[in-house]
């Protein structure tokens, strides 16, 4: 008996077993997310990510509502979010380029020296004329 031929299979119907082994539905709405925003990724001199933006490694699907409140919070505040992370490393990086500035700025030799000041005395009182120690 001739062995037939294999049909094709798409890479959509690989997704979709792909997505089914994860145990996503399919009708659930799926996003897909970086496991480290590309906020918090170090940028290279020619404008890309480390780790690169579409390393398979780093991206995971997630259903929508999920990737929503990993990404902006769940709506009363954005702590443990990225939107949060990515603003504190700003802040960070801000905070510690003005110290660097303030470091590298700072000359001694251009800064007038303080005048020394004489410290005050109490101001004793003097010994009384009719000579009482």
């Known amino acids: 008996m001739a062995r037939l031929p294999r049909p094709h299979m798409s890479l959509s119907v690989k997704l979709a077993a792909c997505l089914d082994a994860l145990g996503f539905k399919p009708d659930d ?6 496991t480290w925003a590309l906020g918090l990724r170090e940028r290279t001199p020619e404008g890309g990510y480390i780790p690169a ?20 919070g769940n709506g009363a505040t954005t702590a443990g979010s990225d939107v949060h992370r990515i603003a504190k490393v700003r802040r960070l990086l801000r905070a510690e380029e003005e110290f660097r500035w303030r470091l590298t ?9 303080k ?11 003097k010994r009384p004329a009719n000579g009482w120690r």
């Open 115 to 125: 005048p020394k000041r004489k410290i005050q005395s109490r101001g004793f009182e």
């Open 53 to 72: 933006a579409n390393d398979p490694r780093y991206i995971r699907p997630k259903l929508e509502d999920v990737h929503l409140t990993k990404t902006s």
């Open 29 to 34: 709405k799926i996003e897909w997310d970086h």
């Open 105 to 113: 700025s700072y000359d001694h030799r251009t800064t007038p020296a």
